[in-house]
């Protein structure tokens, strides 16, 4: 019988994350702090993170250290600021100076740690933030010629514009995001990759552009995860008759295709099928609001902004099903926040949504012309409004899915199996399938 294998010292590098922020920084503070929960981990963060790591409890220097880099994150903000067009900030030109910087946040670290490194004080290094995967890592090969192993990801990112929406990729002011093919030139930005000891991939998409040599050490487990201190994952309270409740959550920007959902609803609502709440603010609010006013919906449709945080739980989990009709979407955390409630999603097949929806927890509607979007997802709608039964049990498979693979325990689980493959403690790699729990 093998032996029980050693509590792991991993030293996790998270430059952007934070207790307080969302999006990416919440992502790596949650994935960060999973894995401290189950290993003698240290976290390296950069300084301007470091008051709120210390209102969530962590103590400096024993379970994080803080990295002081602003000049370099000052340059790339105010670069951008100057070259975005007015009024807006541009999020792609951003990525493209922060890649610049970042190194010099990795020579830092080096720089603190290298002499513990080589001393053996850590079994490896993880690099968790950044997500993207234009994003090159100066230690890598440092760490390479002292044989420590080397983690890079989860990686999200490249998901292509679908042919036929241009008019939303202008919408969206995404001229700079065509820079991104360039990132391969950048230096270190091969060596990366083939220096890395492990690729966790969070998206099919970004698993395609990673050398097909390189993907024997590649591991598919998407970034986000559900946070189950704000979701119990309890059975959803029985169904109240009346019309179908369906929810869409997040910006109103173009590339969420919610006019197309409100298009697709728009004969159902009058007829008394469906009632719509859109929950979420943004750019498109007016011309989404004009739509509802020109469909006059107004009586079963929702839409008045942003709802608090604390309180975005308990409004989802009075609708039946979520719709997410993104059509250039990466992570999709909304999904997987529905399915813990039990709400089954309805996403299109691109990006990183369908990848979060297997079999019996939900509905994956083709990516085809924005005609073909709507007529697929108003017969999709007709026929639950007609007969929602099969949303008890979709709502309970996939409460099951999130249980299982997508909490932040199972998160750190799965990246510590990633830890004890690299280190000879297991055999075989680690795999899930696509999606989690499914082969591919």
Same mark, same amino acid.
């Given at each position: 019988?093998?032996?029980?294998?050693?509590?792991?010292?991993?030293?996790?590098?998270?430059?952007?994350?934070?207790?307080?922020?969302?999006?990416?920084?919440?992502?790596?503070?949650? &994935?960060?702090?999973?894995?401290?929960?189950?290993?003698?981990?240290?976290? /390296?963060?950069?300084?301007?993170?470091?008051?709120?790591?210390?209102? =969530?409890?962590?103590?400096?220097?024993?379970?994080?250290?803080?990295?002081?880099?602003?000049?370099?994150?000052?340059?790339?903000?105010?670069?951008?600021?100057?070259?975005?067009?007015?009024?807006?900030?541009?999020?792609?030109?951003?990525?493209?100076?922060?890649?610049?910087?970042?190194?010099?946040?990795?020579?830092?670290?080096?720089?603190?740690?290298?002499?513990?490194?080589?001393?053996?004080?850590?079994? !490896?290094?993880?690099?968790?933030?950044?997500?993207?995967?234009?994003?090159?890592?100066?230690?890598?090969?440092?760490?390479?010629?002292? =044989? !420590?192993?080397? /983690?890079?990801?989860?990686?999200?990112?490249?998901?292509?514009?679908?042919?036929?929406?241009?008019?939303?990729?202008?919408?969206?002011?995404?001229?700079?995001?065509?820079?991104?093919?360039?990132?391969?030139?950048?230096?270190?930005?091969?060596?990366?990759?083939?220096?890395?000891? =492990?690729?966790?991939?969070?998206?099919?998409?970004?698993?395609?552009?990673?050398?097909?040599?390189?993907?024997?050490? &590649?591991?598919?487990?998407?970034?986000?995860?559900?946070?189950?201190?704000?979701?119990?994952?309890?059975?959803?309270?029985?169904?109240?008759?009346?019309?179908?409740?369906?929810?869409?959550?997040?910006?109103?920007v173009a590339l969420k295709g919610v006019d197309m959902l409100i298009e697709a609803a728009a004969p159902l609502v009058k007829q008394g099928k469906i009632h719509l709440d859109l929950i979420g603010d943004g750019p498109e609010r007016p011309r989404l609001q004009a739509l509802v006013d020109r469909e006059q919906i107004h009586s079963g449709t929702q839409l008045e902004g942003w709802v608090d945080h604390a309180q975005l739980?308990?409004?989802?989990?009075?609708?039946?099903?979520?719709?997410?009709?993104?059509?250039?979407?990466?992570?999709?955390?909304?999904?997987?926040?529905?399915?813990?409630?039990?709400?089954?999603?309805?996403?299109?097949?691109?990006?990183?949504?369908?990848?979060?929806?297997?079999?019996?927890?939900?509905?994956?509607?083709?990516?085809?012309?924005?005609?073909?979007?709507?007529?697929?997802?108003?017969?999709?709608?007709?026929?639950?409004?007609?007969?929602?039964?099969?949303?008890?049990?979709?709502?309970?498979?996939?409460?099951?899915?999130?249980?299982?693979?997508?909490?932040?325990? =199972?998160?750190?689980?799965?990246?510590?199996? /990633?830890?004890?493959?690299?280190?000879?403690?297991?055999?075989?790699?680690?795999?899930?399938?696509?999606?989690?729990?499914?082969?591919?």
């Open positions: 019988m093998s032996s029980r294998p050693p509590r792991l010292r991993p030293l996790l590098i998270a430059e952007g994350a934070n207790p307080a922020l969302t999006s990416a920084s919440l992502v790596g503070w949650s &994935c960060a702090k999973a894995i401290a929960d189950v290993t003698d981990a240290h976290i /390296v963060t950069e300084w301007r993170n470091r008051d709120d790591f210390l209102r =969530a409890g962590l103590v400096e220097g024993k379970d994080f250290t803080a990295i002081n880099t602003r000049r370099s994150q000052g340059f790339a903000w105010r670069a951008t600021k100057l070259l975005s067009r007015k009024d807006t900030f541009s999020w792609s030109l951003y990525a493209v100076f922060s890649n610049l910087t970042y190194p010099l946040f990795e020579r830092a670290v080096w720089k603190h740690f290298k002499s513990r490194l080589r001393a053996g004080e850590f079994d !490896v290094v993880h690099r968790i933030l950044p997500l993207s995967p234009t994003t090159p890592s100066w230690i890598a090969s440092k760490l390479k010629k002292i =044989a !420590v192993p080397f /983690v890079l990801g989860p990686l999200n990112g490249g998901v292509p514009w679908p042919a036929g929406f241009d008019d939303l990729r202008q919408l969206e002011k995404d001229a700079a995001g065509r820079l991104r093919r360039f990132h391969t030139l950048l230096p270190g930005s091969q060596s990366t990759r083939q220096d890395a000891s =492990a690729i966790i991939t969070a998206a099919r998409t970004t698993l395609k552009e990673i050398p097909s040599q390189l993907h024997h050490k &590649c591991v598919f487990i998407p970034e986000n995860a559900i946070d189950t201190s704000r979701f119990t994952l309890e059975p959803k309270p029985p169904r109240v008759p009346g019309p179908l409740r369906v929810a869409f959550v997040g910006r109103l739980q308990s409004r989802l989990s009075q609708s039946d099903v979520l719709v997410l009709p993104s059509i250039r979407e990466f992570g999709g955390g909304v999904v997987l926040e529905a399915m813990a409630l039990g709400l089954p999603p309805i996403v299109l097949n691109h990006g990183g949504p369908p990848e979060l929806v297997p079999p019996e927890t939900g509905y994956v509607l083709p990516l085809q012309s924005r005609g073909q979007i709507i007529n697929d997802l108003r017969l999709l709608l007709s026929r639950l409004a007609a007969n929602p039964t099969p949303l008890i049990a979709q709502g309970l498979a996939a409460q099951r899915h999130i249980r299982r693979h997508f909490t932040w325990q =199972a998160k750190a689980a799965q990246i510590t199996e /990633v830890y004890h493959w690299l280190l000879g403690h297991t055999a075989r790699k680690p795999s899930w399938g696509i999606p989690m729990g499914f082969e591919a």
